[in-house]
């Protein structure tokens, strides 16, 4: 299978909670028509299944703890499967959230050829989390889990760019601007790959 995904592009899309990764992924579909894979949205699905392992993964995401790695990793695996005859490139939203998530994903899949750096202030994140729990339903949108989340992005996810970073591959994005103006940004990145 690692054949199939191997000319598709993997472009690993990493940020805090709320930088807006989500938005960018959307709009990166619109214009590149590539696969957008968030792990979250992944995890959020077993959930709504009512699986007995998605009522495991509830309490854990609640908490704004980390699924374990095997978990996350083989489902984004059969979804990259599942397309493999069809994508001509992999959004990987969300993941990987500690090195060696990174490190496990290259050894099974293959190796990313961008990461794209969300990066917005701790506060800009903390208001979009809240406003977007006004409507989002999503139990880990409330105050006490949004300041678990940061405080891991910081501690775990942080040093994944610095691991990518020597090897030439982070695209550090302003998202602090408007969302098409971020957008001009992401897009630029992208379409330096060749
Ligand atoms: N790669 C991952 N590894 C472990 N847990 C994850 C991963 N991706 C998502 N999760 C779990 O799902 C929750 C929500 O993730 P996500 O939807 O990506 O949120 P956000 O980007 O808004 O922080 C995380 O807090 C975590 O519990
Ligand atoms: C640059 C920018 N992106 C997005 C928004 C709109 N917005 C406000 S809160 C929020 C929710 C968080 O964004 P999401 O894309 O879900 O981020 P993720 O958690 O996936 O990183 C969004 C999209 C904005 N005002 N400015
Ligand atoms: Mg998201």
């Known amino acids: 299978m690692a054949d199939k995904i191997k000319d598709a592009k993997i472009i690993f899309v990493v940020g805090g909670p709320g930088s807006g990764k989500g938005t960018q992924c959307e709009k990166v579909v619109a214009k590149y028509g590539y696969t957008h894979l968030s792990s979250g949205d992944l995890l959020r699905a ?3 299944s009512g699986s007995e392992r998605g009522m495991q993964l509830q309490a854990i995401m ?3 703890e980390l699924v374990p790695l095997d978990t996350v990793l083989d489902m984004i695996k059969d979804a990259m499967i599942a397309k493999a005859d069809v994508s001509k490139g992999f959004l990987i939203d969300g993941y990987p959230r500690e090195v060696k998530q ?3 994903f290259e050894k ?3 190796a990313p050829c961008l990461l794209l750096y969300i990066d917005a202030k701790a506060e800009t994140m903390v208001m979009r989390l809240m406003k977007r729990g006004e409507t989002s339903g999503r139990a880990d949108d409330n105050e006490e889990t949004i300041k678990k989340r940061l405080d891991l992005y910081y501690k775990a996810t942080e040093p ?9 591959i982070v695209r550090k994005i302003d998202s602090e601007l408007p969302v098409d103006e971020v ?6 990145a992208i379409d330096a790959l060749k």
Do not use: D, L
Request: charged share 30%.
């Open 62 to 64: 609640q908490k704004g």
């Open 160 to 168: 994944v760019i610095a691991f990518y970073e020597s090897r030439g």
């Open 102 to 104: 990174g490190e496990e």
């Open 108 to 110: 099974k899949i293959g």
């Open 46 to 48: 077993e959930v709504s």
């Open 183 to 188: 957008f001009g940004h992401v897009a630029k």
